[in-house]
Structures are given as structure tokens and as C-alpha cells.
């Protein structure tokens, strides 16, 4: 599960490059980035659900 989680992580920073740089004072200031994260912490979510059935 931690690499899946990875996996996401990695896919959020390639779209919002900056994230890696200011990692959650970015996504505060980006109203994308705060869509996307909402999202991202969704899927991970969904990953713990899924493996803990």
C-alpha cells in the first residue's frame, strides 16, 4: 500500500511542481492544488478501505 501511496503523491507533484519545493504552504495558496489534494487524500483513503476489507 505505501508504494500505491507513493504512486499518488508523486503523481500530484507532477502537476503542481512547486508542491515539492513548499509542500503544504503551496497547496494552501493554490486553489488547484487544494482541489487536487482533496483528491489525492481520497485516493488514498480508498487504497486504506480497499486493503482493509
Given at each position: 500500500?505505501?508504494?500505491?501511496?507513493?504512486?499518488?503523491?508523486?503523481?500530484?507533484?507532477?502537476?503542481?511542481?512547486?508542491?515539492?519545493?513548499?509542500?503544504?504552504?503551496?497547496?494552501?495558496?493554490?486553489?488547484?492544488?487544494?482541489?487536487?489534494?482533496?483528491?489525492?487524500?481520497?485516493d488514498?483513503?480508498?487504497?486504506?478501505?480497499?486493503?482493509?476489507?
Amino acid at each position: 500500500m505505501e508504494n500505491k501511496i507513493m504512486e499518488l503523491i508523486e503523481k500530484y507533484s507532477q502537476k503542481h511542481d512547486l508542491a515539492k519545493e513548499c509542500g503544504g504552504e503551496y497547496i494552501y495558496q493554490n486553489d488547484q492544488a487544494q482541489v487536487d489534494a482533496l483528491e489525492l487524500v481520497a485516493d488514498i483513503f480508498d487504497l486504506y478501505v480497499n486493503e482493509n476489507e
